[in-house]
C-alpha cells in the first residue's frame, strides 16, 4: 500500500515536471508549482527517493502501438472523423490511465479499460469534425498516466482540409517571362466530390489574358500523379494552358477559372444547364519583362506594380514638360516603331515621343509629358487606390507586350 502510495507521489511529481517543461519551452517564462519551483533541491531529493523505494519490477510502461498522432490525410469541411489509438502496458506493475479532456474541439471518447496490467491494451477513440479557415488542421487530446515516465500523454490528429476541389500546385506562379515568350502553365486538379463531374469551361478572369490562351484538360486516373496525400481524390484533371505573347509589360495577376459541371447534366454533344455550372478558382501569377523599359530617377520609379512616374502638384496654368527615357534593348532594338496608345485622363494628361537615339547596344527614346495649363483641379495621386493617370507606350510588333505608366499627379483648386 505503501509503495503503491509512492508510485502515485513520483507519478504526480513527474507530470508536473513534464507540464513545467512544456509551458516553459511554449511561453518562457518561469512557473511555480504550489509552494515549490521546478528545479528545487528538495523536489529533487524527494522524486530520488520514492524511485529508491519503488522496484522496477512494480512501474508501469505506457506505449502507443501505431504512434501518438494519426493523419488522416485529406477531408472535406465539415466532415467527421474518427480513430482509436490503441495504449498498451508494456511495463511491469498495473498503468493507470485517465481522459483529461482536450485542448481543441474533438470528442474523446471514454476508455474500455482505465487499468491495464502488463500486456494488456485499450482503446481510447477520438472524432471531430473539419472545421477550419485554413487547409491544416491539427488538434488534440490529453490522456494521464501513472507511468513515471510519462505522466502526461497528448494524443494528436491532423491532416488537411480541403474542398470538393484543390490544385497541385496550388497557384500558377511563373516567375518572369520575356514579352516575346509564350507561357505555359501546368497543374492537377483533384475532385473530392462524390458526383462525378465533367471539365467544361476553362478562363481567366481578363478577357485579354482569356483570349490569348488554350485550354487543354485531360482526365487521368488518381493513382497516376503519384500524389499520396490526396489518394482519396475521386478524380484527377491534368491541365495544360498556353499563353500566346502580346500581354502588356508587367505584373500579371489573374484568377484562372476552372468551370465543372456534373457528369450526368452534360449531354453527348457537350451542352449543359448554364444553373449547373460550378467553379474552382486559382491565383495566377507572375511578370511580363521585354524589351521596352523606362529608366529610372527621381521621378521614375519600377515597383511591384510596374513603372510608375511622380509630377506631383502641378502648378496652374503652367506647361512644364517632365521627361523621361525609354530604353529599346535585344535584336529588334533598330526596327522597333513605337507610338502613344491610351491616354488617361483624355484631354489632361498628355504624352509624346522623340526621335530615338542609338548606342551600341539600346536605343534610347525620349518621352515628354505634359498637364493641360487649362486642366480643373484633379487629383490623380494613387492615395490609396489606383486612381493614376495612365500611358500606354505601344510597338508595331505584335509579339512584344506594351509598357503602361501610371502617373501620379495632381492640379490643386486655383
Given at each position: ?214 485550354f487543354s484538360v485531360e482526365e487521368i486516373s ?32 489573374d484568377n484562372f477559372e476552372f468551370g465543372f ?102 536605343v534610347v527614346v525620349p518621352l515628354t509629358l ?45
Open positions: 500500500m505503501l509503495k503503491a502510495f509512492g508510485l502515485a507521489i513520483f507519478a504526480a511529481m513527474v507530470g508536473m515536471g513534464c507540464g513545467w517543461f512544456v509551458h516553459t519551452s511554449n511561453f518562457n517564462v518561469e512557473s511555480e508549482f504550489g509552494p515549490f519551483k521546478p528545479g528545487d533541491r528538495e523536489v529533487s531529493e524527494r522524486i530520488e527517493s520514492v524511485k529508491r523505494e519503488i522496484p522496477p519490477d512494480q512501474l508501469p510502461k505506457l506505449e502507443v502501438v501505431g504512434g501518438e498522432q494519426f493523419d488522416f490525410g485529406v477531408m472535406e469541411p465539415g466532415a467527421e472523423g474518427k480513430h482509436s489509438f490503441v495504449v498498451r502496458n508494456v511495463g511491469k506493475g498495473p498503468l493507470e490511465l485517465e481522459v483529461a479532456g482536450s485542448t481543441c474541439k474533438c470528442t474523446v471518447g471514454s476508455l474500455k479499460k482505465s487499468t491495464l496490467e502488463p500486456g494488456e491494451q485499450t482503446e481510447i477513440d477520438l472524432t471531430w469534425v473539419t472545421k477550419s479557415t485554413g487547409e491544416e488542421f491539427g488538434q488534440s487530446a490529453i490522456l494521464k498516466t501513472n507511468d513515471p515516465t510519462r505522466g502526461e500523454l497528448n494524443l494528436v490528429i491532423r491532416g488537411r482540409v480541403i474542398s470538393s476541389m484543390t490544385m497541385v500546385p496550388r497557384t500558377f506562379s511563373f516567375g518572369e517571362v520575356e514579352s516575346g515568350e509564350t507561357i505555359v502553365l501546368e497543374s492537377v486538379v483533384y475532385s473530392f466530390s462524390k458526383t462525378p463531374i465533367v471539365a467544361v469551361r476553362q478562363s481567366f478572369s481578363d478577357p485579354d489574358v482569356t483570349g490569348r490562351s488554350t488518381v493513382d497516376s500523379t503519384g500524389n499520396q496525400e490526396l489518394k482519396s481524390a475521386t478524380q484527377a484533371f491534368k491541365v495544360r494552358i498556353e499563353i500566346m505573347p502580346g500581354l502588356r509589360q508587367g505584373p500579371l495577376r459541371a456534373p457528369k450526368s447534366a452534360v449531354g453527348a454533344d457537350g451542352n449543359f444547364d448554364e444553373d449547373v455550372l460550378f467553379k474552382f478558382y486559382a491565383e495566377t501569377s507572375g511578370r511580363i519583362v521585354g524589351a521596352i523599359t523606362l529608366l529610372e530617377n527621381r521621378r521614375v520609379f519600377n515597383g511591384e506594380s510596374g513603372y510608375y512616374y511622380t509630377i506631383g502638384e502641378v502648378e496652374p496654368k503652367s506647361e512644364t514638360p517632365y521627361r523621361a527615357n525609354i530604353m529599346l534593348r535585344g535584336p529588334k532594338r533598330n526596327s522597333i516603331k513605337l507610338s502613344i496608345g491610351d491616354v488617361q485622363p483624355k484631354g489632361i494628361l498628355r504624352a509624346e515621343l522623340g526621335e530615338p537615339l542609338g548606342r551600341s547596344t539600346t505634359s498637364i493641360d495649363p487649362a486642366a480643373e483641379p484633379i487629383d490623380r495621386m494613387g492615395r490609396g487606390n489606383e486612381d493614376y493617370g495612365t500611358v500606354s507606350i505601344e510597338t508595331d510588333d505584335p509579339t512584344m507586350s506594351p509598357l503602361l505608366l501610371k502617373v501620379r499627379f495632381q492640379v490643386p483648386k486655383r
